[in-house]
C-alpha cells in the first residue's frame, strides 16, 4: 500500500516544488530555492525508481517487509524534512501571497498522507509533523499578528491531522489484518474454522466476573484429564468455599463481593499450576484440579490457598478478612467420572466446615458412609411423624426419700425400617435442617396429652426438653399455650427442660420467654447444670425452679464429684430451688445424695425409659393413687 500510493505523493510534491521555485520571484533566495529544487527532485527521483523496483522486482517475492517500509519511510521522513527546510527558510523573504502558498501546500500535502501513508502509523504521523509543526511555530514567534493567526491554525490542523492519521493508520492495519486473516482462511478453511470454532467456545464458557472457567469449560477439561489419567498416578480435585462470604455480601453489598471474588479468583491464578483446571462452579465456591497429585502435595496446596485467600482484602475504606474450606478427593481412588468426584470434594468441604472451618479435608470411605446416613436420616426424618415412626418413652423423677415419683421425662424414640435411632444421632440433624421446631411442638403435644391421661396419679407431672431453637421460634410462647388448652392439662404439671446453651443466644429475649412460660404456671429446670454455659451468671438472672445435676458430676460422686454437687446445692437453696440428680446407677449414689440433700433423683437405678404400656403399669405398682 505505501508503494502503491506513493506514486501520487512524488508527482504532488515535484509539481508544487517546482511552482514555489519557478512560480515566485524571490532575488534574495533564488540560488537557495535552486539548490533546493535540484535536492528535493534527486530525492523523488530515488524514491520513484525504488518504487519501480520494488514493484517490478520485489513485490512478487519472499522479501523483508520490515526492511521495505522502514526505506520507504526514510524516503517519506527525508522529503518532509526538505520541505520544512524550505518553508523556515524562505519565511522571512517571502511575501503575503508565497507564504499562503507555502501553508497551502504544506498543509494539503500533510492532509493528503492521511490516506497515502495510512499503511504506516510512525511514518504518517512523523511526516505530518515534521511539515507543519515547525513551521507553525515559527509562525507564531512572529511579530505579525496574521502570521500569529497563520501559526495557531498550522498548529491546530497538525493535531487534527495526527489524530487523523493515527485512526486512518488503526482502520488500515484493522483492514489489511482482516485480509490477510480472510486470506489464510480460503487457503486453510477447515484448520482455520476449527480454531475459530475452540475461539468461540471458549469465550463462551468463561465466567464473566472473574475472568476463570465456568461449569460447562471446566467439566469438560476435568473429563479430559481423568480420561487421559494412568492408574499409576492420580487426580486430585480441590473443592474451595469461602468462609464468612455472606456476611460481606449482606452487609457491605454485593459490589464488593464481586470485588471479593475477583480477587480471590487472581490469588487462585497466581498460585495453582494449571488454568485449564481452575473455574469458579458458582456463588463463592473455586475448583482446583491437580494432575499427578497425592495426598500429601495435595493438602499441601490446600494450606497454601487457604493463607493465601485468608490475607486482608483492601478496597477504599474497607479492609475486609475471610477464610477457606477446602474438600479433596482423588480420582481414580474415591470416583471414576467427574460428576462423582466433584461431589465427593463438595461432601468432604461441607463436613470439614462444620468440623473446623478454614481447614483442608480429604474425603474418606468412613465419611460417606457418615455423610450418606445423615442423608438418609434427614430425609426420612422429613414425614417421621406423618408415618407415626416417632413415639414417646417416659423415666421417672423420683422423690429422694420416698423413691416415688413425682414427675415423668418425655423422651423421644424414633423406629425407621426395623431400627432404633438414638436420639443424640436424630436430634441433631433435627436441629441442622430445621425439623426441630415441628417435632418439639409435636413431643410437646403428646406429652401433655399423655400426662393428662395417667389416672392413677393426677398430681405427677411431665418433664418436655426445649431445644434453643424452639426457644427462639416467636411463636413459642403462642404453642405451648396451645397445647395446654387443647390437652386441658394443668400447666403446673407441665416441666419446659433447657440446657444452659440457650443462654450463649440472645439471653434477654430467652429470659423473656422464660417468665412467660413461669407466669403460666409452668415450672423451668435447668438441664446438666454446670456443664455449659456461665452457670452463675444463669442461676442469678433466671427465677429457676429446678436445677438438675448432670451425670458427669454424679458417676464421680465417689472421687471428685461430691464437693461439686454440695456446691449445687448451696446454691440452689439460696435461690429456692429445687435440685434433681440424673444418672443414677446404684444405691449407693441414690444413699449419698440423699443423705447430701438432694430433691429428686432419676437413672436406670429406678427405671429405664419406659413405653406407654409398661409406664401404666409402673403406675399401679409404684403411685400411691390417693
Known sequence: MLYGNGYAGLVMSLVASSMLVYGFDTPEIADFKLYWW???????????????VWQK???FTDFDGCKAVYRFTFGTVLTALLWSAYCLFTFPFTNTIELAFNIIVVSAMAGGSATVLAAYKPGAML?????????????LLSAEFYEYVLGILGLSFCGIMLITSRKAADFTAQAITLKNENAVLVGHMEEEVDQRTAQIYELSNIDPLTGLYNRKAFLANLRKHIHHASEQKTFALLFIDLDGFKKINDTIGHETGDLVLKQTSERLQHNCPDQQLLCRWGGDEFLVGLDDANEASAVSLA???IHKISDAYVFENNRLTIGATIGIAFYPLHASDENTLIQ?????MYYQKKLSPSTAGVFSADLGHQLSREQYLKDALFDAIEKQQLRLVFQPIVDSISHQPVAFEALLRWHLNGEDIPPYEFIKIAEQYGQIRRIGAWVLHEACLTA??????QQASVSVNVSVTQLQDPDFIDMVDDVIEQSQLNPSRLHIEITESVFAADKDILLNKIAHLQNRGIQVSIDDFGTEYSSLAVIQELGANIVKIDRSFISNIDTNGTPIISAVLEIAKAFGYAVVAEGIECKSQADKLEAMGVHYLQGFYFAKPMESEQLAQYMVNNLNSG
Not at 535540484?38 to 519501480?52: E, P, Q
Not at 393428662?452 to 396419679?457: D, E, F, N, R, Y
Request: charged share 15%; hydrophobic share 60%.
Open 452 to 457: 393428662k391421661g395417667w389416672q392413677s396419679q
Open 127 to 139: 511526516y505530518v509533523f515534521i511539515l507543519l509543526f515547525p513551521f507553525s511555530i515559527a509562525l
Open 344 to 348: 465427593l470434594a463438595d461432601t468432604a
Open 38 to 52: 535540484t535536492a528535493i527532485s534527486l530525492v523523488i527521483a530515488v524514491r520513484f525508481v525504488d518504487a519501480i
Open 57 to 59: 522486482t520485489v513485490q
Open 303 to 305: 494450606k497454601k490457598l
